[in-house]
């Protein structure tokens, strides 16, 4: 219904997925001082299996195409990996015969070392670039119908701001392309729905959608890219409908945990996806998908990198090896799932057939927690179950 109503404020024809041509950005790319590193729990900065945005931006991105593509829609991506620019590449500049240098003017505000070196072709016959003026350039050339760039945002370490923000080009309420604004106010309420994280500001009915220049503030600096557009963004910097996301905050340090999850951002892309399908009035999904963070019924979360919202549910010390076992309405174990060790309690599982199922949850020391769920076709149903130690 909210689709619906949507799609009919902003004129948006049901036509559904097939035929379109979808751009999809996974911000940044490699991993470098520029891919925005940060310190967890486990991990130190610099090291790769600490946060990186190259990886979480990645993995929802590879979600949203393989709905796209199961809806008949053509996608491409401006990379479908991650790791190919690294830190020496950038300190010594060196370029092999599949690399290119496209530096964005040095006075322009997004002007950043990573931009500076990129791999056009990886041997797969996919391509890979980090370079933003030239994704921007290739998105114009295309013109594809939507274009997408998925990113996460940062205020300081230790920071409890954590929100969702959708930026297109121009001013708010006055987007360069007309489409762009709409397309970014129908994703709102899908991409906002995700009760496994502590949002601090916004709401599901009142949406961050706004214009880089409105954000920013003020003319653009710097110079026009090389198809002689300007702008804040120089990923936007393209004559075609879309936006940039910034799905959340990875310097909240629990969400930050939690994009350590490859499925917790898998599920991130899904909602992306269903808020493209609603744009262009696609048909529900015949599945569905449970997913949910294990955490300590009376344990708090004590950790000098691990600053939550007070009184938020992530205050909860989450479970790590926790055993998630789903059971059908005939008691058969048809999937398992083990928490990983990143302190998120993140468990999901996808394209399950809509009906009754049961959750057993078993972890070290604590008692064992049983629930009844249902699973409805085209949602997501969320849960937070609580373990009491012995």
Same mark, same amino acid.
């Given at each position: 219904?909210?689709?619906?109503?949507?799609?009919?404020?902003?004129?948006?024809?049901? @036509?559904?997925?097939?035929?379109?041509?979808?751009?999809?950005?996974?911000?940044?790319?490699?991993?470098?001082?520029?891919?925005?590193?940060?310190?967890?729990? /486990?991990?130190?900065?610099?090291?790769?299996?600490?946060?990186?945005?190259?990886?979480?931006?990645?993995? @929802?991105?590879?979600?949203?195409?393989?709905?796209?593509?199961?809806?008949?829609?053509?996608?491409?991506?401006?990379?479908?990996?991650?790791?190919?620019?690294?830190?020496?590449?950038?300190?010594?500049?060196?370029? /092999?015969? /599949?690399?290119?240098?496209?530096?964005?003017?040095?006075?322009?505000?997004?002007?950043?070392?990573?931009?500076?070196?990129?791999?056009?072709?990886?041997?797969?016959?996919?391509?890979?670039?980090?370079?933003?003026?030239?994704?921007?350039?290739?998105?114009?050339?295309?013109?594809?119908?939507?274009?997408?760039?998925?990113?996460?945002?940062?205020?300081?370490?230790?920071?409890?701001?954590?929100?969702?923000?959708?930026?297109?080009?121009?001013?708010?309420?006055?987007?360069?392309?007309? /489409?762009?604004?709409?397309?970014?106010?129908?994703?709102?309420?899908?991409?906002?729905?995700?009760?496994?994280?502590?949002?601090?500001?916004?709401?599901?009915?009142?949406?961050?959608?706004?214009?880089?220049?409105?954000?920013?503030?003020?003319?653009?600096?710097?110079?026009?890219?090389?198809?002689?557009?300007?702008?804040?963004?120089?990923?936007?910097?393209?004559?075609?409908?879309?936006?940039?996301?910034?799905?959340?905050?990875?310097?909240?340090?629990?969400?930050?945990?939690?994009?350590?999850?490859?499925?917790?951002?898998?599920?991130?892309?899904?909602?992306?996806?269903?808020?493209?399908?609603?744009?262009?009035?696609?048909?529900?999904?015949?599945?569905?998908?449970?997913?949910?963070?294990?955490?300590?019924?009376?344990?708090?979360?004590?950790?000098?990198?691990?600053?939550?919202?007070?009184?938020?549910?992530?205050?909860?010390?989450?479970?790590?090896?926790?055993?998630?076992?789903?059971?059908?309405?005939?008691?058969?174990?048809?999937?398992?799932?083990?928490?990983?060790?990143?302190?998120?309690?993140?468990?999901?599982?996808?394209?399950?057939?809509?009906? @009754?199922?049961?959750?057993?949850?078993?972890?070290?020391?604590?008692?064992?927690?049983?629930?009844?769920?249902?699973?409805?076709?085209?949602?997501?149903?969320?849960?937070?179950?609580?373990?009491?130690?012995?």
């Amino acid at each position: 219904m909210i689709a619906f109503a949507l799609m009919c404020v902003f004129g948006v024809q049901a @036509k559904g997925l097939k035929g379109k041509t979808i751009y999809l950005n996974p911000g940044h790319g490699g991993y470098t001082s520029g891919d925005r590193p940060t310190a967890t729990i /486990n991990h130190e900065q610099m090291d790769t299996l600490s946060f990186y945005e190259t990886r979480s931006n990645l993995w @929802k991105a590879l979600e949203t195409a393989r709905h796209l593509r199961r809806d008949g829609a053509r996608v491409i991506m401006s990379r479908t990996r991650s790791g190919y620019v690294t830190q020496s590449q950038m300190d010594e500049g060196i370029l /092999n015969e /599949n690399q290119e240098s496209h530096a964005l003017p040095s006075e322009d505000k997004v002007d950043k070392r990573y931009n500076q070196v990129e791999t056009t072709d990886d041997g797969t016959g996919q391509q890979q670039i980090v370079g933003l003026e030239r994704i921007a350039c290739q998105v114009d050339s295309i013109k594809p119908d939507y274009f997408l760039s998925m990113h996460s945002n940062a205020h300081k370490n230790g920071s409890t701001v954590n929100y969702l923000l959708m930026l297109h080009r121009g001013e708010t309420g006055k987007p360069y392309f007309e /489409n762009s604004d709409s397309m970014a106010r129908v994703m709102w309420p899908y991409a906002f729905d995700n009760p496994l994280s502590v949002w601090s500001h916004y709401s599901a009915d009142k949406p961050a959608v706004v214009g880089d220049i409105s954000w920013m503030g003020g003319t653009p600096p710097g110079s026009p890219n090389r198809i002689g557009v300007n702008g804040y963004y120089a990923v936007l910097k393209f004559r075609a409908p879309g936006f940039l996301v910034e799905g959340s905050f990875h310097t909240y340090d629990p969400e930050r945990q939690r994009l350590l999850n490859r499925d917790y951002c898998r599920l991130e892309g899904l909602r992306y996806y269903r808020g493209i399908r609603a744009y262009f009035g696609g048909k529900p999904e015949k599945v569905g998908y449970l997913a949910g963070s294990v955490k300590s019924a009376t344990e708090k979360m004590e950790h000098p990198l691990y600053t939550y919202r007070e009184g938020s549910i992530d205050q909860w010390k989450p479970i790590n090896y926790c055993m998630v076992y789903l059971y059908d309405s005939r008691g058969v174990n048809i999937k398992a799932y083990h928490t990983d060790q990143e302190w998120n309690g993140i468990f999901a599982f996808f394209d399950l057939k809509p009906g @009754k199922y049961t959750l057993r949850y078993r972890a070290y020391g604590y008692e064992e927690l049983t629930e009844e769920v249902e699973v409805v076709a085209d949602k997501t149903t969320y849960l937070l179950p609580r373990l009491t130690k012995k």
